[in-house]
T-cell receptor, first 118, second 109 residues
Framework: EAGVAQSPRYKIIEKRQSVAFWCNPI?????LYWYQQILGQGPKLLIQ????????DSQLPKDRFSAERLKGVDSTLKIQPAKLEDSAVYLC????????????????FGNGTRLTVT | GQNIDQPTEMTATEGAIVQINCTYQ??????LFWYQQHAGEAPTFLSY????GLEEKGRFSSFLSRSKGYSYLLLKELQMKDSASYLC??????????FGAGTRLFVKA
């Protein structure tokens, strides 16, 4: 099966500019996640979608970050305006998990987008 | 609150056995995962435990004690390619997966 696709792989922007990341999950995976991973740290959950509805966005800095999942498939994450501390790898993951369970379904990660804010 | 603790770094010798510990605190729990992450790459799934006990999968085994909030990942017959970060993560109620900071393992010849 095709894996989780993310683009771009790398992005360099200046602070206060805006940036958008795109993710296409594995076909049939209902749950989609965006994680932020700062160098040397574990992934931090930003937002979680179940189909096209938001399940959890408690750690998303909503004053600058936004995300949507169109028709329950592709997703975009946007940062506007970017700050220096947003420099990180942004990982998209998808999972088979759904309302009927599947808690043991692992997360499948894309290769991530490495963002550098200067 | 929710918290995961893992050692920051470990070093082991090729061919040896290493145990990476993880302790966690959470009010809702639906299983514990271990992921491997090589430098510059995405995490990949290694194991899942939801019941107490040991799960063995080739050279890798994972153990869980829910009453103690404790898990470990055991790597046998270490190879150089096992040098990576190992991430402990748990499922809260629902579908939320919380990751620890990871343990960087260095395998030396």
């Amino acid at each position: 099966e095709a894996g989780v696709a993310q683009s771009p792989r790398y992005k360099i922007i200046e602070k206060r500019q805006s940036v958008a990341f795109w993710c296409n999950p594995i076909s049939g995976h209902a749950t989609l996640y965006w994680y932020q991973q700062i160098l040397g740290q574990g992934p931090k959950l930003l937002i979680q979608f179940q189909n096209n509805g938001v399940v959890d966005d408690s750690q998303l800095p909503k004053d600058r970050f936004s995300a949507e999942r169109l028709k329950g498939v592709d997703s975009t994450l946007k940062i506007q305006p970017a700050k220096l501390e947003d420099s990180a790898v942004y990982l998209c993951a998808s999972s088979y998990r759904g309302p009927r369970g599947g808690y043991n379904s692992p997360l499948h990660f894309g290769n991530g987008t490495r963002l550098t804010v200067t | 609150g929710q918290n995961i603790d893992q050692p920051t770094e470990m070093t082991a010798t090729e061919g040896a056995i290493v145990q990476i510990n993880c302790t966690y605190q959470t009010s809702g729990f639906n299983g514990l995962f271990w992921y491997q992450q090589h430098a510059g790459e995405a995490p990949t799934f290694l194991s899942y435990n939801v019941l107490d006990g040991l799960e063995e999968k080739g050279r890798f085994s994972s153990f869980l004690s829910r009453s103690k909030g404790y898990s470990y990942l055991l790597l046998k017959e270490l190879q150089m390619k096992d040098s990576a970060s190992y991430l402990c993560a748990f499922n809260t109620g629902g579908f939320k997966t919380i990751f620890g900071a990871g343990t960087r393992l260095f395998v030396k010849a």
